[in-house]
């Protein structure tokens, strides 16, 4: 059982996070692709979108540029990958499924905080020398898809929560919303640049950290371990 956590270079660090984020922007797209595909529309998958090659979702600006610029200037680091097309009108019953296939990417997330969790579990029943990786590359895990779902479940169009709340809000605030899209992302980066993108998330990845620990009966802070 891992009993003390080293510092780790920058090098350490890079390799613990790369497979976590990589897997974390990866299947987030790729769930929505596989969502739209189940409810009508192929799109993606014809484009050959559903793969869990990276480099085939990294988008310049969101995945490379806003991340740099947010660890200079923000204590709250994120980004996002390029989006999988969906053609709204292929599916069955557009406004409903829209929501769907935008919920499919958080629950992507959790999905895989869930696995990583359980990762920092198996980690710390192993020997030091096997399972200290295991904890970090797990607690790196839980980190990144806490925080993108949560991020993406904000109500701010064009992320996934707007997007599944224009598909459940009547006719006039859909609309009012949806036109809010063009102007979302520049809203997100004012608030991590200021300083409340922190204070909106962290409440509810405390509660799902929260639930996490209790429901594995693994002790918080092990969460935490790849960012001592």
């Given at each position: 059982?891992?009993?003390?956590i080293?510092?780790?270079?920058?090098?350490?660090?890079?390799?613990?996070?790369?497979l976590?984020?990589?897997?974390a922007?990866?299947?987030?797209?790729?769930?929505?692709?596989?969502?739209?595909?189940?409810?009508?529309?192929?799109?993606?998958?014809?484009?050959?979108?559903?793969?869990?090659?990276p480099?085939r979702?990294?988008?310049?600006?969101?995945?490379?540029?806003?991340?740099?610029?947010?660890?200079?200037?923000?204590?709250v680091?994120?980004?996002?990958?390029?989006?999988?097309?969906?053609?709204?009108?292929?599916?069955?019953?557009?406004?409903r499924?829209?929501?769907?296939?935008?919920a499919?990417?958080?629950?992507?997330?959790?999905?895989?905080?869930?696995?990583?969790?359980?990762?920092?579990?198996?980690?710390?029943?192993?020997?030091?020398?096997?399972?200290?990786?295991?904890?970090?590359?797990?607690?790196?895990?839980?980190?990144?898809?806490?925080?993108?779902?949560?991020?993406?479940l904000?109500?701010?169009?064009?992320?996934d929560?707007?997007?599944?709340?224009?598909?459940?809000?009547?006719?006039?605030?859909?609309a009012?919303?949806?036109?809010?899209?063009?102007?979302?992302?520049?809203?997100?980066?004012?608030?991590?640049?200021?300083?409340?993108?922190?204070?909106?998330?962290?409440?509810?990845?405390?509660v799902?950290?929260?639930?996490?620990?209790?429901?594995?009966?693994?002790?918080?802070?092990?969460?935490?371990?790849?960012?001592?």
């Open positions: 059982m891992p009993e003390l080293p510092e780790l270079s920058l090098v350490q660090r890079i390799v613990v996070w790369a976590p984020v990589l897997l922007i990866t299947l987030h797209e790729v769930a929505h692709g596989w969502a739209a595909r189940a409810l009508g529309d192929p799109t993606a998958w014809r484009l050959g979108r559903l793969s869990l090659n480099l979702h990294v988008d310049p600006l969101g995945t490379v540029v806003v991340p740099a610029l947010l660890l200079l200037f923000s204590p680091v994120f980004g996002w990958a390029r989006p999988v097309p969906v053609t709204w009108e292929n599916l069955r019953r557009p406004r499924d829209m929501a769907w296939v935008a499919a990417g958080p629950a992507a997330n959790l999905a895989m905080a869930v696995l990583w969790a359980l990762a920092i579990k198996l980690g710390l029943a192993l020997p030091q020398a096997v399972g200290l990786p295991l904890v970090l590359m797990g607690s790196a895990g839980v980190l990144i898809n806490g925080v993108l779902m949560v991020l993406n904000l109500p701010i169009p064009p992320l929560g707007g997007r599944i709340a224009v598909g459940l809000l009547p006719g006039r605030a859909a009012a919303l949806d036109r809010l899209e063009p102007y979302g992302m520049f809203v997100v980066l004012a608030l991590a640049l200021f300083g409340g993108l922190g204070a909106l998330l962290r409440p509810p990845l405390t799902l950290l929260g639930a996490l620990g209790e429901g594995l009966r693994l002790p918080v802070q092990w969460f935490f371990a790849a960012v001592l």
